[in-house]
């Protein structure tokens, strides 16, 4: 069984930075990508940025390239998501997911089958 755990998430100014942890367990947590998701109110889950299973690739939504640094550690089984330059509308609850199969990329949310509850961010102007 599979589980993930973020946290990380809060209150910050624009122009602020957070990093966003997501600790997972399960023996295949270490094999598949994971990805970053974020959802406003009223709005659908949207993709914010995947890694592969062992750190070598990396993807990311346009509106966070150059802000936004997704990375991984296999030994601790854990995920992050470094956020720089913070502006309002990154204001979402923010989700981690694992892929469910090791190919890459996976940037929809179908191709994830297990998530964390969420935390949530908010950018004040």
């Known amino acids: 069984q599979v589980q993930l755990v973020e946290s990380g998430g809060g209150l910050v100014q624009a122009g602020g930075s957070l990093r966003l942890s997501c600790a997972a367990s399960?023996?295949?947590?270490?094999?598949?990508?994971m990805g970053w998701f974020r959802q406003a109110p009223g709005k659908e889950r949207e993709f914010v940025a995947a890694?592969?299973?062992?750190?070598?690739?990396?993807a990311y939504a346009d509106s966070v390239k150059g802000r936004f640094t997704i990375s991984r550690d296999n030994t601790k089984k854990t995920v992050f998501l470094n956020m720089n330059s913070l502006k309002p509308e990154d204001t979402a609850v923010y989700y981690c997911?694992?892929?469910?199969?090791?190919?890459?990329?996976?940037?929809?949310?179908?191709?994830?089958?297990?998530w964390g509850q969420g935390t949530q961010v908010t950018v004040s102007s």
């Open positions: 399960g023996r295949i947590a270490s094999s598949r990508p």
């Open positions: 890694v592969s299973w062992n750190g070598g690739s990396t």
């Open positions: 997911g694992l892929g469910s199969s090791a190919t890459w990329p996976r940037i929809r949310p179908v191709e994830y089958d297990y």
